[in-house]
C-alpha cells in the first residue's frame, strides 16, 4: 500500500483501543476530536464514580452519543471498571447485549480516579474466570502500587508479581497490557501468546522521561505510566513499528484542563486526540514504516477484540506541516493539546 516516498496514504479507518472521554463539558468538547478521524473506541470507564455496571455503561454510552455532533459517525465500544464488589452475572448480561467489549483492572491507588480499584486480586478470580469463559477482554494498567517499588520499575514489577501469576491462574483469560512502555513490556506481550495484546499510545512512541524533567518540569508530558529512559522507548516504537498483531493503537488521550495538569500536583495524562493519527503517521514515516501503519491503527485492535475492521477508508496526506489547535477550548476551561516536539506533515481528510 505504501512505499517509502508515499505523499497519499488510503488506510482502513483506524480505531483507538484505549481513551478516555470524561463526562460533561469535556466530553462534549473531546468527543469531535476522536471522531474525526477513529470510527471506534474503547472508552475508559474511570469516572468519578466509576462505570461499574453493565447499566452504567449503557447510561454513559448514551451520554456520549448525545454528545457526538450531528454527521460524524462514531462507536463507543464500553468497558466496566472492575470493583471487588463486581458481578460477573453482571458482566455476562452486557456482554451478550453489546454493551461492553471490556473490563478495565485498575490496582487501586494506580493512576488517575483508580480509589475503587482492586486491593484484593483474590476477591475478583470468579470474575475473572467468567470473563475467560465468555471471552471477554480484561484491560489492565499494569503497574505496581508498593510504596517501596520505585516508580520507574512498577510497570516490569507489575508484571512479574501480577500479571503472571494472574494469567497462569486464568488460562484463556484475554489480556490488553495498556500503554506499555517498557522493553520488558513489549517482550512479555510479544512472547505471550494468542490471549495476551498491548496497546501502545502517541506519546510513548516519541517522549521519554527527559522530555519531562529536563530544562524545567513539563506537566503537560507527566502521565501515567511515566514515560521511561530512552531505550525503553525504542523498544516500544520498534514493537509498534513492527507490524507484529500484539501490538496496536490505544492513544490514551486523557483530558485534563490546564489549571488540573499545570499545578504543583499536577494530574496524569497527555491529551493527544487531536494530533494523534498525524504524530503516529510522522512516527512511522520516520522509521520507515508506513506499510505497517494500518496493521498498527486498523487491524491489530480489531482482530484482538474479534470485531471486523472498518470498511470505511481514511486518506492521509503529506504536505507542508500540519496546522493543529494547541489548546481546545471546553465549556469548563481550556485543555492542551500534547505537543510532539517536531512538525507533522500528514494530514486527515474528514
Ligand atoms: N494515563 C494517564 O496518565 N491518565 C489516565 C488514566 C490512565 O490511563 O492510567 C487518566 O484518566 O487521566
Ligand atoms: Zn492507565
Ligand atoms: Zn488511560
Given at each position: 500500500?505504501?512505499?517509502?516516498?508515499?505523499?497519499?496514504?488510503?488506510?482502513?479507518r483506524p480505531d483507538d483501543w484505549h481513551l478516555h472521554l470524561r463526562d460533561g463539558a469535556v466530553l462534549n468538547a473531546v468527543v469531535r476530536e476522536t471522531a474525526r478521524h477513529f470510527a471506534r473506541a474503547i472508552v475508559m470507564p474511570n469516572l468519578v464514580p466509576p462505570v461499574a455496571t453493565g447499566a452504567q455503561a449503557a447510561a454513559y454510552r448514551e451520554r456520549i452519543l448525545a454528545a457526538v455532533p450531528a454527521g460524524m459517525d462514531f462507536t463507543p465500544l464500553m468497558t466496566v471498571y472492575l470493583c471487588e464488589e463486581t458481578d460477573p452475572a453482571d458482566l455476562k448480561a452486557a456482554k451478550a447485549a453489546g454493551i461492553i467489549h471490556a473490563v478495565k483492572l485498575y490496582p487501586a491507588g494506580a493512576t488517575t480516579n483508580s480509589a475503587s480499584g482492586v486491593r484484593d486480586f483474590s476477591k475478583v478470580q470468579k470474575v475473572f474466570d467468567t470473563m475467560a469463559e465468555i471471552g471477554l477482554p480484561l484491560c489492565v494498567h499494569g503497574e505496581v502500587t508498593d510504596p517501596a517499588v520505585d516508580i520507574f520499575d512498577r510497570e516490569a514489577v507489575f508484571i512479574e508479581r501480577v500479571l503472571e501469576p494472574l494469567r497462569r491462574r486464568t488460562p484463556g483469560l484475554k489480556v490488553v497490557l495498556e500503554h506499555i512502555t517498557t522493553r520488558e513490556g513489549a517482550?512479555?506481550?510479544?512472547?505471550?501468546?494468542?490471549?495476551?495484546?498491548?496497546?501502545?499510545?502517541?506519546?510513548?512512541?516519541?517522549?521519554?522521561?527527559?522530555?519531562?524533567?529536563?530544562?524545567?518540569?513539563?506537566?503537560?508530558?507527566?502521565?501515567?505510566?511515566?514515560?521511561?529512559?530512552?531505550?525503553?522507548?525504542?523498544?516500544?516504537?520498534?514493537?509498534?513499528?513492527?507490524?507484529?498483531?500484539?501490538?496496536?493503537?490505544?492513544?490514551?488521550?486523557?483530558?485534563?484542563?490546564?489549571?488540573?495538569?499545570?499545578?504543583a500536583c499536577?494530574?496524569?495524562?497527555?491529551?493527544?486526540?487531536?494530533?494523534?493519527?498525524?504524530?503516529?503517521?510522522?512516527?512511522?514515516?520516520?522509521?520507515?514504516?508506513?506499510?505497517?501503519?494500518?496493521?498498527?491503527?486498523?487491524?491489530?485492535?480489531?482482530?484482538?477484540?474479534?470485531?471486523?475492521?472498518?470498511?470505511?477508508?481514511?486518506?492521509?496526506?503529506?504536505?507542508?506541516?500540519v496546522d493543529y489547535p494547541r489548546k481546545i477550548a471546553t465549556e469548563a476551561g481550556p485543555l492542551t493539546v500534547f505537543d510532539p516536539t517536531f512538525p507533522l506533515h500528514w494530514s486527515v481528510a474528514e
Open positions: 500500500m505504501a512505499d517509502a516516498s508515499a505523499r497519499t496514504l488510503t488506510l482502513r517482550d512479555y506481550v510479544r512472547q505471550g501468546g494468542d490471549d495476551i495484546a498491548a496497546t501502545i499510545t502517541v506519546q510513548h512512541l516519541i517522549i521519554n522521561r527527559n522530555h519531562i524533567l529536563v530544562g524545567g518540569i513539563k506537566p503537560h508530558y507527566y502521565c501515567l505510566p511515566v514515560a521511561k529512559r530512552e531505550e525503553h522507548r525504542l523498544a516500544v516504537r520498534a514493537a509498534a513499528t513492527s507490524g507484529d498483531s500484539h501490538f496496536f493503537l490505544g492513544t490514551d488521550s486523557a483530558p485534563h484542563l490546564d489549571p488540573a495538569k499545570e499545578s499536577g494530574c496524569a495524562g497527555c491529551y493527544t486526540a487531536t494530533n494523534a493519527l498525524s504524530a503516529v503517521t510522522e512516527v512511522f514515516e520516520q522509521d520507515g514504516a508506513l506499510d505497517r501503519l494500518e496493521a498498527f491503527i486498523s487491524l491489530n485492535g480489531p482482530a484482538f477484540y474479534r470485531l471486523p475492521p472498518n470498511d470505511a477508508r481514511i486518506t492521509l496526506t503529506k504536505g507542508e506541516a
